[in-house]
């Protein structure tokens, strides 16, 4: 059976245009694998009156309650303040949570000023979730039957106390979760994966497929029908599964929630292998993204990030005839960059990548959105060519995503390695 | 005075976790400018009953309420039947519409089929409004002295509809928006400046203040109560702003919304200088948020990622014995990685940044979170020693931040170039 939740984030940036509300959608991301959905989301601005009118709908409408934002040490961060009031309980000063900030800012070396302080406070009766990547801890409040889930506004401390916290509660909490499998794509896009699975009738019936696409890669989740009996449900799962291996091939590129650069760190590191990389319409996101990941320093060794052109012939001994004959964003270009970076580097591959991102820089011939991608081995060079319709972000993301590619179908050699 | 709006966003897609909900930040800043704000959104799915509270309920509150998604052509498009039972109108075949729909649908050599011809029906009483972007047309319905903007849920049809009817219409309608004024700030935390502000009572009563911080940067947002008359609300938003810059002083640096990377590029852009980076831990991300901006290529040369230590040796000729000596992470390799960077990149300055961004990697004597930023100009460098309480993504964002604000600092304080 499916239970509902609901979310009710505070903020005024999330309505003034300042901030983009991501909440919802990382949450209803998370709760789908448990059982539980989304049933309706609430953005208030940070204001007692609100806050309280708006959670106390959501409490007589479903018995989990999600509460983010407002947690910080400003005046204007009066989550706290709204809840203890429409609960008429009072503020008390969490012991551990007081302790774990006073380390952090020692750490820091900043002052415990009271403001600072305050965010140590937590509603009576309510247990302190601990935040391993801010100050002030996340709450569980336990109320007429209901849970409410308070939980700071910065995305990566609320995801941090989702996953250290909530996830596992509600997981222990046990009952519903339908049989589920999630895996990642690559190489496909929505639609075609679609087609492959849904117009060709290949899954079982009883089967629910959900999409949930991000530019170069795409999770998809399989859940069965409630109505099904446990074994019944998980054996049209593991056929649905099969079917879908069967279906999309090599572009499966994980078997469980993973980023494609999670997977490449996967394979390099599996391989005992090495990469280097050589930029310039991206400027440096394939390198950061690669690093991103713990443990990087074990196969990433670095880069050159050649953005004006005679750093292409300078850093990376690109010819300067060759520069003029076929431009930067070239095949010959790409490929010298990834084949020098590698040497440089003393790497195993070389990833480059030259293109148009845009807005401005297009041509007739050379359009925005035009890039190269080039991947360099011991045995030479392999030479990508692609054109994105995007604006200047999603070109340069699209760029990154499919140089991720490239090397994730190299390393993977011929065949699926998909378990 | 301000007014206030709501947005009731629909579909289940904006729940599930499969789509990111941008109308609340898109229509947020589109009224931000017409003196309305939003005040209140609400997610609900394609349900009608849902869909008819939320509305019902928003309508209670303000007099402007938009309704986005759920026009389309398809069976759990309900967002059309939802308004006409709770209004009690039945819907009414647009003929403009249809008509446009029938050219939209002839050159793209698809047929019309009865399921795509209920896209043209509105509520009876409202206004169509033409779609240039899809076939589905919005509608303006008045009721009861409220208006309701009804808006196609893909956001490039709903910006098209936007822009092309409601933001003149809502333009046409006139009135003043509350005096407010926004400013940035960098180099203090949020508890800083409340400090300095507010524990000091350096600001005049009646004016409102809002913090919105992201790692290294904080937009700072003064507001006057709505009880004051338009003169005297002028008059105090004044002088809290020149209170405000007497505490603050050079730590603001934009007087309105802006990144700090923009502030950066407007200020290299200005002085017509070039920036190149050496980045260790932040493995690109520092030119990766110098990239993300149009035109980037006039001031930002390119640089070096020497992740990995030979290649601080090789790639910038940081001496083995220095290494050896100090360690990647100290004060003279960061100095010795920008001066490297500036002059093989040919750039004016020299940005670096080397340190331990976690979780591994941490000593008793050089800790997760210990970061050397380093800015060489013709003169030298300079190093700033800085060590971060947050997680590894926490700490990468953070040095990179501090590093702009180095530069920005140094660009603030050097007279332009001259011709």
């Known amino acids: 059976m499916t239970r509902a939740a609901e979310l009710v984030a505070t903020g005024e940036e999330l309505l003034n245009g300042k901030s983009l509300n991501t909440h919802a959608r990382e949450l209803g991301r998370a709760l789908w694998p448990l059982g539980w959905e989304l049933a309706r989301e609430t953005t208030v601005p940070d204001d007692r009156a609100a806050i309280a009118d708006a959670v106390r709908q959501a409490c007589a409408r479903v018995g989990l309650v999600f509460v983010t934002g407002g947690l910080g040490p400003t005046e204007d961060d009066v989550t706290r303040e709204a809840l203890g009031d429409w609960l008429r309980r009072p503020l008390v000063e969490d012991a551990a949570a007081l302790e774990a900030m006073r380390r952090r800012y020692r750490t820091a070396g900043r002052e415990m000023t009271p403001s600072r302080r305050s965010q140590a406070r937590i509603v009576a009766g309510a247990a302190a979730l601990p935040n391993r990547a801010g100050a002030a801890p996340g709450q569980r409040i336990a109320w007429e039957g209901k849970t409410?889930?308070?939980?700071?506004?910065?995305?990566?401390?609320?995801?941090?106390?989702?996953?250290?916290?909530?996830?596992?509660?509600l997981a222990a909490q046990g009952g519903g979760a339908a049989p589920r499998r999630i895996f990642m794509v690559?190489?496909?896009?929505?639609?075609?994966?679609?087609?492959?699975l849904e117009a060709a009738h290949?899954?079982?019936p009883g089967v629910a497929i959900a999409y949930c696409a991000a530019p170069g890669q795409l999770e998809i989740r399989l859940r069965t029908a409630a109505e099904l009996s446990d074994a019944e449900a998980r054996a049209r799962l593991e056929q649905a599964w099969q079917q879908a291996r069967a279906a999309l091939g090599k572009h499966i590129y994980a078997a469980?929630?993973?980023?494609?650069?999670e997977a490449v760190a996967q394979e390099l590191r599996t391989a005992?292998?090495?990469v280097a990389v050589a930029e310039s319409c991206t400027g440096g996101l394939l390198g950061a993204r690669l690093t991103d990941l713990p443990g990087s320093s074990t196969w990433f060794r670095g880069g050159f990030l050649a953005y004006a052109n005679e750093l292409k012939e300078n850093l990376l001994g690109v010819p300067a005839d060759l520069l003029e004959r076929e431009g930067a964003v070239s095949d010959p270009v790409a490929r010298r960059m990834a084949e020098t970076a590698r040497a440089r580097c003393g790497a195993d591959y070389g990833l480059a990548i030259t293109g148009i991102a845009g807005p401005d820089g297009g041509t007739a011939e050379k359009p925005v959105g035009l890039v190269f991608i080039a991947l360099a081995d011991a045995n030479g060079a392999e030479v990508v060519r692609a054109h994105f319709p995007g604006d200047r972000a999603t070109n340069r993301e699209w760029s990154v995503q499919r140089a991720l590619d490239?090397?994730?179908?190299?390393?993977?050699?011929a065949p699926a390695a998909v378990g």
């Open 256 to 261: 469980e929630r993973r980023s494609l650069a």
């Open 202 to 204: 290949t899954l079982p």
């Open 148 to 169: 409410l889930f308070v939980l700071p506004g910065p995305p990566n401390e609320f995801r941090a106390i989702l996953d250290d916290h909530v996830l596992p509660w």
């Open 272 to 274: 005992g292998k090495t």
């Open 186 to 196: 690559a190489g496909l896009g929505e639609s075609d994966v679609r087609e492959r």
């Open 406 to 413: 490239l090397l994730r179908v190299r390393l993977a050699g």
